[in-house]
């Protein structure tokens, strides 16, 4: 064959393509098999990861295999062990194994899912994981889905579809005059919503001003005899609901079949639920009483990278109105062929050229099964509870029911658990975070990683019980 593999670098030679991607791959091998045992996260020597990294723009070129061997060892130090066992931050997923690989695929293969023209097996794969995930999450067959970076850009479209339809229902066409002179919307959501609701509502020109807050229960849900207060005090107007399914500290789930109708009370509503993560809750057989009345809502948003374990990055917007969805979300332009028509990938999110983000949803799922994500729930739910419990039997005051993954602990005081976490960070046995909740530093637990053992679990719970002990 002339030219062949050689002339596309597909040679065993040094820096040729495939010698670079065998040293990629083989030092993502070697970091995933020390993930169980490497320090969760030392604190970072940032003058040291600068020194390494840094220096002056490169005046010419250098080989290729010399940049990936540097990367390799000069990042090291800096990479914190977030796909591993122990990392209980934020709520952070780790990375299933097959989810891991297509992801791979997806980069080395390069593929623009913009369109059906752009990459046929992109956009045909996130219409088939995508129908996947409606079905495990409970929300109709008949809705539309984006594939997006994440729980931010999901929302960020879920609101925008609200904003149209509840301004079209009153008359006036937001995508073409603006909200300049418009009708005044409402968004009624909970004080204890996620912060990245606020910034959607920035962006969409909604502003933070549109919040009228509701009330939240003793354990985070919203409250509903105040939703119904709130609700009543501007019936007439514009309104987009936002719920939640999964409060980020404690985990409670919003009564979604309560809210949702009293929401249908008012005149023109949209219902957006944001189930960053918790929205998985419904494919498991134990907590899917959680989302009950899931398929009455408007929108959904859920992260994949979150309890799915697909790598970063990667989110889901979802809405029961397709065409509503592509009326606020989709663009044409006379060279982009294949665009504009229903069915194109982006046009459901945010972004235009946009990274083949379904390979590795497609992968979870065919990996994982519905009997796995249900599984993988389960025990990332159990183990959250396992470790609430070793940590109340070592006389650490739990400040949630823990109904879900999260876990907030207290140990005494502010400053005596911010003192535990700041030493569970340093000692490197487990990561895990602080918040502020109801006027309360506490430690938070966010169980989220598929291969998160009840061992590590234990090993976890000691390490902060005998660092707590020696403060
Ligand atoms: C994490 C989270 C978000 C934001 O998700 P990203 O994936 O970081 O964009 C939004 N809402 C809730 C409830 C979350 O937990």
Known sequence: MPGGVASLGMTDEPGSVADLIRTAAEAVIDYRAGLPHRPVAGPADR??????????????????????????????????????????????????????????????WDQVAFNAISSPAASVVEEVAGGWCKQLLGIPASASVGFGTGAQSANTVGLATARHQVLAAAGWDVERDGLAGSPRVRVVASVER?????????????GNASVRPVAAGPQGAIDID???????????????????????????????????????????????????????????????????????????????????????????????????HVAAASYSAAYLTGAGTAGSPSDYVLESSRRARGFAVWAALRELGETGVADLVA?????????????????????????????????????????????????????????????????????????????DIDRSVAAVLRLAAGL
């Open 47 to 108: 003058a040291a990861l600068l020194a390494a990294l840094g220096g002056p723009l490169p005046a010419g070129p250098t080989s290729p295999d010399r940049v990936i061997d540097d990367l390799v060892v000069a990042a090291d130090p800096g990479l914190v062990a977030t796909a591993g066992p122990r990392f209980f931050g934020f709520v952070i997923g780790g990375s299933l194994p097959a989810a891991t690989a297509a992801d791979i695929l997806a980069v080395g």
């Open 194 to 206: 996620h912060a990245t609701v606020d910034r959607s509502l920035r962006l969409l020109g909604l």
């Open 379 to 455: 025990r990332c739910c159990a183990l959250a509870r396992r470790f609430a419990d070793g940590l109340a039997a070592g006389g650490v005051e739990i400040v949630n029911d823990v109904v879900l993954n999260q876990v907030l602990a207290d140990f005494g005081s502010d400053e005596r658990t911010d003192a535990v976490i700041d030493a569970v960070q340093r000692e490197g046995t487990c990561w895990l975070g602080g918040t502020t909740w109801r006027g309360r530093r506490l430690m938070r637990i966010s169980v989220s990683n598929h291969s998160t053992t009840e061992d």
């Open 226 to 324: 105040d939703l119904a207060k709130v609700l009543a005090d501007e019936p007439t107007m514009p309104t987009i609901v936002v719920l939640q399914t999964g409060n980020v500290n404690t985990g409670a789930c919003d009564d979604l079949r309560a809210a949702i109708g009293l929401a249908r009370t008012v005149e023109h509503s949209w219902v957006h639920v944001d189930g960053a993560f918790g929205l998985w809750a419904a494919a498991c057989p134990q907590t899917r009483a959680l989302t009950d009345g899931i398929e009455l809502a408007d929108s959904w948003c859920t992260d994949a990278h979150k309890w799915l374990n697909v790598p970063y990055d990667c989110g889901l917007v979802f809405c029961a109105d397709p065409s509503a």
